[in-house]
């Protein structure tokens, strides 16, 4: 791949030439190809793999809620020789997954003035704060970390989602940028061949075995052809053009575009006729489908909002219980006097007379949880008619081709007989001309149907994100 870009700069480096028919280098771009370089080098690609690593980082963030955490308090104060008070508090906190968090700590505590609910002296205490109602199924650290996860796997699908379509755009510039090579190719062999009818025309009514207004009628028709085969190389660049715009190399840099790049022509010729059927394919992009698992996660993040606002309809109940223990020695045994005479416990309690704002904030979660599912119904709904449209375009294309292909082979039959007898003076050149333009609009409708089927099967493949 490294290789194929560099070639790809090196002959962009070279100047564009009006005519391909022209070029002495020529390089051919496949469709896998082009895929490859949207995959690894597009931008939004990149955009989107960022988007992922930064919701990564919002996981590990929320995580942090129940990291373990070491905090001191130092505080003193001495005024005309008489020490106030002097206070020193280290302690560690351990939040735990289940609404209790356990914390141990030591206080010295000195000074002719503190407060009388303080212990002098040193101490150290080890307890548990509990929030018993409120709080204790579910409470906002744990809401915070399951939406961060929720929401890491809604970017992870979002990223897919944002490749499938890129591809799906990509290759179907690049379809278009086929189909537009294959008309001049075919436009500039028939203005070859109309040229050396003309030149024979031309011989021929110089030895007089031809009027002079067959020279004219050839004349008009290398003009008609002549005039086909500039629009279809202007169609041919500008499709080139944007097919570049999905194009990029390192650096973030757009890969320079170049006349001198053509399509490999085997593409358009190829077709997948071990194709899934139609069930298959809708089994497994039901399952799979990134647009389905965002909005799954949609309704994880939901349904965890919906859990956290109903334990707004409970009262608040926290329990504070700590053992304690006189100077900075741990008790040998916890007896039960111990227990009795050294503890420190609070109770914390309250609850809203008529739980408004918590029977409002559980009424919303409950109506947004509904509206995902509806949204999740929708867009099910929306893949499956999606697939089953491309699927019926695929298979009746092919058809079309079929019939084309023996309609184009039919009427190159019948110009090559008209020009059989137009040689043994049988025919006139108006009916050679008109065999020819029937031919090729034939071939013209060919190319267009093949093409039209490879942006159908990739958009086959796209609907279900299979790409």
Known sequence: MRLLIITYILICLLPATSS?????????????????????????VKQASLKVDRYKAGVREARGGFDPYLKANAEQKTFDGTQYYSYFNP????????????????EEVYGSRIFNELTPGKSLYA??????????????????????????????????????????????????????????????????????????????????????IDTVEAWTQVQSYELLQNE???????AGFHLSTFLWVEDNEIMRWSER??????????????????????????????????????????????????????????????????????????TTPFL????????????????RKGRGAYKAAKLKLQETYLEQDYTTVTIENKIRSYYNEVSILENQIEMYTDAYNNFKRMYSGEMTRYRIGESTLFLVNARENKM????????????KWQKSYAGLL??????
């Open 340 to 355: 009795e005479n050294n503890y420190k416990f609070g109770v914390d309690f309250s609850v809203p007379l008529l739980l």
């Open 232 to 238: 279809a190389l202007m169609n041919f660049f500008n």
């Open 20 to 44: 391909l028919a022209q070029d002495s280098t020529i390089l051919h771009l496949s469709k896998d190809e082009v895929l490859s370089i949207v995959k690894q080098y597009h931008p939004l």
């Open 261 to 334: 790049v053509v399509p490999d022509t085997e593409d358009l010729e190829t077709f997948y006729s071990d194709i899934d059927g139609l069930e298959p394919i809708i089994v497994q992009a039901l399952s799979n489908h990134p647009k389905l698992q965002m909005v799954s996660a949609k309704l994880d993040v939901m349904k965890v909002e919906k859990k956290l606002k109903s334990q707004y309809l409970f009262p608040t109940l926290d329990i504070n219980a700590n053992v304690l223990n006189k100077g900075y020695e741990l008790p040998s045994e916890l």
């Open 127 to 212: 307890g548990v704060k509990v929030s018993a109602l409120q709080g204790l199924i579910f409470d906002e650290r744990r809401a915070t970390l399951r939406k961060a996860q929720a929401m890491q796997e809604m970017t992870e699908a979002e990223q897919r989602l944002v490749v499938n379509n890129l591809l799906y755009e990509s290759v179907s510039a690049y379809w278009d940028w086929v189909q537009s090579y294959r008309l001049y190719a075919v436009y500039n062999d028939v203005v070859n061949t109309s040229r050396a009818r003309l030149k024979m025309v031309r011989i021929e009514y110089e030895q007089g075995n031809r009027p002079a």
């Open 91 to 106: 302690e560690l906190k351990i939040p735990t997954w289940y609404g209790i968090e356990l914390k141990a700590g030591a």
């Open 462 to 467: 796209w609907s279900a994100a299979m790409l």
């Open 440 to 451: 090729l609009q034939a071939q013209q409708k060919l190319i267009e149907l093949k093409a």
